[in-house]
């Protein structure tokens, strides 16, 4: 049987043994990844000689377990290197162990740009919402990069009126990375009341890539107030791109208000109407034609 890797940070392995080996314990076998002593446990799997060796008959949860955190944590602790650290950061992210919270939140005061935005990160991955305020104190970074992932984090970490309302002001922003990021980030956080504000950024938003996405957002977080919009600008469409993210917002709608706001317009005269109609229904599993 042949080992092609076998992560630190692995499960628990239940193992048998052949030949005169002792069946090893799960306490010895963590030993055995401390003293970094894996090349030889993936020789005993892979030698094709006839001897004991290892074989492995099951194992017990995943990587994404908590049990790994002792160690990626002791490995923080021992390396300066920020790479390695930041690397560490995001498979602790990864983990989405609320236990790290506040060990996320004190990476904040790193003088490393890098850690910090690993960490902004990281707390974004454990969807709180009480990693807003830590959070909030990023928000006006100096640093584009984190205010960009700091952005990011806010938007998973629920509906809240006051941090959508925050990252709306990015809207208005002259950047268009800060836009895009921000109309991704409130399609976690805002909620129906602000339908008709993004709505007004969208029809003066520039890009057609943060166009999409507002579109998107709006379709998702607006109820019946995007879809009343989206139709009329479907019927009424003041450019091709308009009809182009009306479409994307009606999809991305809910489809118990979509679906029968936009059925009737299968049976529009307009050809261009049924057209659309078909391809939004058919995005929700409807088998229609114009």
């Not at 042949?2 to 030949?19: D, E, H, K, T």
């Not at 919009?229 to 994307?248: G, S, V």
Request: negative net charge; contains cysteine; hydrophobic residues 45%.
């Amino acid at each position: 049987m042949r080992m092609s890797a076998f992560m630190a940070c692995a499960p628990i392995v239940m193992l048998s043994m052949m030949g005169s080996l002792a069946p090893a314990a799960d306490k010895e076998i963590f030993q055995l990844m401390q003293q970094q002593a894996l090349p030889d446990l993936i020789r005993s799997i892979s030698d094709e000689k006839k001897k004991a060796h290892l074989r492995i008959t099951g194992t017990m949860g995943d990587y994404h377990d908590y049990r790994a955190t002792p160690y990626l944590l002791e490995a923080y602790k021992e390396t300066k290197e920020e790479g390695v650290r930041c690397k560490l950061l995001q498979s602790m992210g990864q983990l989405h162990d609320p236990a790290l919270y506040a060990w996320f939140v004190n990476r904040l005061k790193d003088p490393s740009i890098g850690i910090q935005c690993f960490a902004i990160w990281a707390l974004g991955e454990l969807r709180t919402p009480k990693a807003v305020e830590p959070l909030r104190h990023k928000l006006w970074s100096a640093n584009l990069n984190v205010q960009m992932i700091t952005i990011d984090a806010l938007g998973k970490t629920g509906k809240d009126a006051d941090v959508a309302s925050e990252l709306e002001t990015f809207l208005n922003d002259d950047d268009v990375q800060l836009r895009f990021i921000a109309a991704q980030a409130l399609r976690g956080t805002a909620g129906v009341d602000m339908a008709p504000d993004l709505m007004k950024h969208l029809m003066n938003e520039p890009s057609l890539d943060v166009q999409e996405t507002l579109a998107g957002t709006l379709g998702h977080v607006g109820g019946a107030v995007s879809t009343e919009h989206f139709i009329e600008l479907l019927k009424n469409p003041p450019a091709q791109a308009t009809e182009h993210w009306a479409e994307i917002g009606l999809a991305a709608g809910d489809p118990d208000i979509v679906i029968p706001a936009v059925t009737p317009l299968l049976d529009s005269s307009d050809m261009r109407l049924r057209i659309s109609a078909a391809r939004i229904l058919r995005g929700f599993g409807r088998n229609v034609e114009p």
